[in-house]
């Protein structure tokens, strides 16, 4: 009980900090913000960092929200890192045994230690099995579980509060919390991340110069993850004189054609290849590590990412507009017209830019924020791929400094559409289409003769609906119904009113009981009318 009150604490100082600031009334309230300042954002995002893991992985979820947050919050909540200080070795002795059933000196022949990395969720030891096999072992910090189900709780009833107040009306504070939810428990489960290693290593099979480190099998649980130990320095590590004796051109083009065939032929893409999760190895290729958060599009969306990605690239902003439209979801307040006018000047910008300058993952996080501020909610995928391809636009800097995203993009377009063509070419796919053709050709005679049959009997109809024609009957209805009501209930007034004169024996307070009845009846009557016009009023505006 007292941790949850400390976190209640921590969330009113954070919200009481940060709950009048430019991009929460934005986010909120819908109101206009100003420019976001960089030097707010780097607090902002320090300021996560300090509250712990919940918060860091809260900042790292945000961070693809391209529609609640300005771009320079998004760029500061992307490069959070959560490196922490180790929990000590008895722990992990104790995690270990509990996790495989055997200590660690039955399991291991060697196991250091001091751990090679440590972050908030877990810590990385370097270790041998018995059959000679060098592995990394990652496990679960203690405790992290309960702590994350405590600050999810206090999360949750400041959510509900959120909502039952309507103080958000551009966010579903509700709905927001339950993805947080299942993409951190999803992580903390490393059987989870053992997938991913299987997934994303197979598709990177035939990249010689991409190292992905797979599981063991029977060393892995949801708590400890046994995988290939892959040495190396963080790129960001390495030093200019090493630098030299390393074909950094051909590793950044070969990491940039691996994302590309990750993202728009297998649908399947390592999510977070921030300069952390990038190694150099001793025999100088790439070492991807920390698959805990992986992307997944489907067929359908790759189709158009694709089409989006080259219409950056080649500056053609009506085309980039068209694929944002066709992937959104229209609100009522969505303009058009002034999305794909911002959308053209973005691509324009961005496509008159140096080399140096361009960032494709930028443009296509703005693309999401001008969309949203247009009245065009945007699928999650595409902010998880712009924050993406800004990681790998900050790696292919490191690698090589005279990287061309654009001509690179240029000179794989052929090859990704070759081997996009293929992948559909798969003969349960050619099967699905010869099965459709089939049917089609089957159906095509006797929908013609229908349609040649009604046009020589002169009964050939359209039939064209642009507005939700049961909804306005429904209305009409509803607005009859009411003025037959009022009509009665005058009726009765006046009935009563012209009774009143009629001389009778039985009185209710003085006046003949027949005309109050029917007085007491319309009275009765219209406010019961009232009644339910007030609350059918009431219901549609909370609706709205």
Excluded: C
């Excluded at 090679?116 to 072992?137: D, P, T």
């Excluded at 070492?287 to 950056?312: A, C, H, N, W, Y």
């Excluded at 140096?354 to 296509?364: D, F, H, Q």
Aim: hydrophobic share 45%.
């Amino acid at each position: 009980m007292n941790g949850r009150l400390g976190r209640y604490k921590d969330l009113a100082w954070f919200v009481a900090k940060y709950g009048r600031a430019d991009f929460v009334s934005k986010a909120f309230h819908g109101e206009e913000s100003g420019s976001a300042d960089p030097a707010g954002a780097e607090a902002f995002a320090r300021d996560l960092e300090s509250l712990g893991p919940t918060f860091i992985k809260l900042g790292q979820l945000l961070s693809t929200r391209a529609d609640l947050l300005p771009p320079a919050y998004l760029e500061a909540l992307a490069r959070l890192q959560d490196n922490v200080e180790p929990f000590p070795y008895e722990d992990v002795e104790r995690t270990i045994r509990e996790e495989l059933g055997v200590r660690i000196s039955h399991a291991f022949v060697e196991f250091d230690r001091l751990p090679i990395a440590a972050a908030s969720l877990g810590q990385v030891h370097r270790a041998v099995l018995r059959g000679g096999r060098e592995v990394a072992v990652k496990v679960q910090r203690p405790g992290i579980h309960e702590l994350i189900e405590n600050d999810l709780a206090a999360f949750h009833e400041i959510a509900k509060v959120i909502d039952r107040l309507g103080a958000a009306r551009n966010v579903d504070a509700a709905r927001i919390l339950e993805e947080f939810r299942r993409a951190l428990f999803s992580e903390l489960d490393y059987r989870e991340e053992a997938r991913n290693l299987v997934t994303v290593a197979h598709q990177l099979r035939d990249f010689e110069n991409i190292v992905v480190p797979l599981p063991v099998d029977d060393f892995t649980t949801a708590r400890v993850l046994t995988m290939d130990y892959v040495g190396g320095t963080k790129i960001t590590a390495i030093s200019r004189v090493e630098w030299t004796e390393v074909d950094g051109a051909a590793l950044a083009e070969e990491l940039f054609r691996a994302y590309l065939q990750q993202i728009l032929i297998d649908g399947v893409f390592h999510a977070d290849p921030h300069p952390g999760n990038v190694l150099l190895t001793p025999d100088h290729r790439i070492g991807l590590i920390d698959l805990g958060m992986v992307g997944r599009i489907s067929p359908q969306t790759q189709e158009q990412l694709f089409k989006l990605i080259l219409g950056i690239s080649e500056g053609r902003g009506d085309e980039a507009a068209d694929v944002l439209v066709s992937l959104g979801e229209r609100r009522e307040d969505f303009h058009e017209a002034d999305m794909r006018r911002a959308v053209a000047d973005l691509v324009s910008r961005f496509h008159h830019l140096t080399m140096r300058e361009m960032n494709v993952g930028r443009v296509v996080i703005e693309m999401s924020r001008s969309a949203a501020e247009h009245g065009l909610k945007m699928p999650p995928e595409l902010a998880l791929l712009g924050k993406t391809l800004l990681h790998l636009d900050e790696v292919g800097r490191v690698l090589d400094s005279e990287f061309d995203v654009n001509a690179s993009l240029r000179g794989n377009a052929s090859s990704v559409m070759r081997r996009r063509m293929m992948k559909s070419a798969t003969p349960a796919n050619l099967f699905s289409a010869a099965m459709d053709v089939r049917e089609f050709a089957e159906r095509l005679p006797g929908r013609v003769n229908k349609i040649l049959d009604s046009l020589a009997a002169s009964d050939l109809r359209f039939k064209v609906e642009v507005i939700d024609q049961g909804s306005i009957i429904e209305g009409l209805q509803k607005v009859a119904n009411r003025i037959a009501l009022g009509l009665v209930l005058a009726a009765l007034i006046v009935g009563a009113a012209m009774l009143m004169r009629v001389p009778t024996s039985l009185t209710i307070f003085g006046y003949p009981w027949i005309a109050m009845l029917l007085f007491l009846a319309a009275a009765a009557g219209g406010l019961w009318m009232a009644w339910t016009i007030l609350i059918g009023d009431v219901r549609r505006t909370r609706a709205r």
